[in-house]
């Protein structure tokens, strides 16, 4: 097992920045923090199963607070913005989030409380990945109907991409909101403070590129070759969607090169049926078993599935029962969409695509034909009323420009989201 704390880069203007003298005590100690604190532990080829393991990390600027258990709340907070990344033997992309416990966050923090001497001190990183190990190891092994809940679908390897694995906002909070304070102040003048943010800029590029080559390195290169081919960029979810039947990758990047638009949903869609379908623990779905028939009788409602429970495996699902992913309309057409797809026909995909989301064969064939770039890759649940808008425009009613597309897709998050 190979182990490395990834740090930012040292700069000059850090030399002020640690002075104390200069800037303030607190925002000497933040930066202090963001300059020593390790952003990323990486373990390569951790056991004979997995390739890799990546726990991205949030600064952890109170250290001393969440180290005492009368305040777990921000350690659970801090946790929240923490990734973990993971890829196995066969290539695929793992999220393991939904696995970090409370125990395994407070290691992380006392590994994190570790002066830089005993950072790397092999009994220190043998109980954090023992704690690692167990969680996200012996878990998928006793939860075997479940490990498809733990593929990644979401996240992007482009740092700056909507949905990225990198969110900067989430990072380093307290170190910037003290750079402000202090320039309001008029502790540091607007040159230093521009100084400032542009060596922050340049470190988080650089550690950035530096991650996503290291996830990139370890999937498997044919697949990533031909995902970023179909101009869905490096989206960890259709990675995964392609690389778990390598036998129909080349049909299923097909259509993504002809609906790019449509990458979060036919990942989030269709990647949980294609990991169910091939779980020999659990039976299939009869409702996946017939195909599409001009007189199938399906209808647009979104009436319930007999379980809901059936996806989360011990409890309700609600971001699924709230996007009404497990209706059985949406279930039935997201079935028929996997093996029209799968079979290599255009017609059925569109017609398939049509009846998922309730609009016209015409609206999907001209998204095919002419793939707008404003539209870009709206998240899954607000594909469907972005389709039921254009669907509503008719052919010559289309947005023209970036501008209406933006006016169009604002238009399409409802007011109780915004």
């Not at 921000?74 to 696995?99: E, K, P, S």
């Not at 001190?121 to 490990?147: C, H, K, N, Y």
């Not at 607007?190 to 990139?216: K, N, P």
């Amino acid at each position: 097992m190979d182990f490395e704390a990834f740090r930012v880069d040292h700069f000059p203007v850090d030399q002020d920045l640690l002075d104390a003298g200069s800037v303030g005590p607190e925002l000497a100690h933040l930066a202090g923090v963001y300059r020593h604190s390790p952003r990323a532990l990486v373990w390569r080829n951790p056991s004979s199963d997995w390739r890799l393991f990546v726990l991205l990390l949030p600064l952890a600027s109170r250290l001393s607070l969440m180290a005492n258990p009368i305040f777990a709340q921000l350690t659970r907070a801090w946790g929240l913005n923490v990734r973990f990344v993971g890829v196995d033997r066969t290539g695929l992309c793992y999220d393991f989030r939904a696995l970090l416990t409370d125990r395994t966050l407070k290691l992380l923090l006392e590994f994190l409380e570790c002066d830089l001497d005993r950072s790397h001190d092999p009994a220190v990183l043998d109980t954090l990945f023992a704690a690692l190990a167990g969680e996200m190891l012996t878990i998928l092994q006793q939860r075997r109907s479940g490990w498809d809940r733990h593929l990644a679908v979401e996240h992007r390897l482009e740092p700056d991409a909507e949905g990225s694995l990198f969110a900067r906002a989430s990072r380093y909070p307290d170190f910037l909101a003290k750079l402000r304070e202090a320039l309001r102040t008029e502790i540091i003048d607007v040159a230093f403070y521009g100084r400032a943010l542009r060596s922050i800029d340049l470190r988080e590029t650089t550690f950035e590129q530096r991650v996503a080559s290291l996830i990139e390195g370890a999937l498997d290169e044919v697949t990533m070759a031909k995902l970023v081919r179909t101009g869905a960029g490096k989206h960890l979810g259709c990675y995964n969607w392609l690389r778990i039947d390598p036998r129909h990758a080349a049909s299923r990047a097909h259509v993504l090169g002809r609906l790019p638009g449509l990458a979060s949903f036919l990942a989030q869609t269709l990647l949980p049926l294609e990991a169910r379908r091939l779980d020999a623990d659990e039976p299939p779905d009869p409702r996946e078993d017939d195909w599409m028939t001009p007189d199938s009788g399906a209808t647009t409602s979104d009436a319930p599935a007999p379980d809901p429970r059936r996806r989360s495996g011990d409890g309700f699902d609600l971001r699924t029962i709230a996007a009404r992913t497990d209706s059985s309309h949406t279930v039935r057409w997201a079935g028929a969409l996997r093996r029209a797809i799968d079979a290599g026909q255009d017609r059925l995909v569109i017609e398939a695509l049509a009846q998922r989301f309730a609009v016209s064969d015409n609206t999907l064939r001209r998204l095919w034909r002419e793939t707008p770039r404003a539209l870009g890759q709206p998240p899954a649940w607000q594909l469907s009323p972005v389709l039921r808008q254009l669907d509503a425009l008719g052919d010559r009613g289309w947005p023209t420009d970036d501008a209406q597309w933006r006016a169009l897709l604002a238009r399409a998050v409802p007011v109780e989201a915004r």
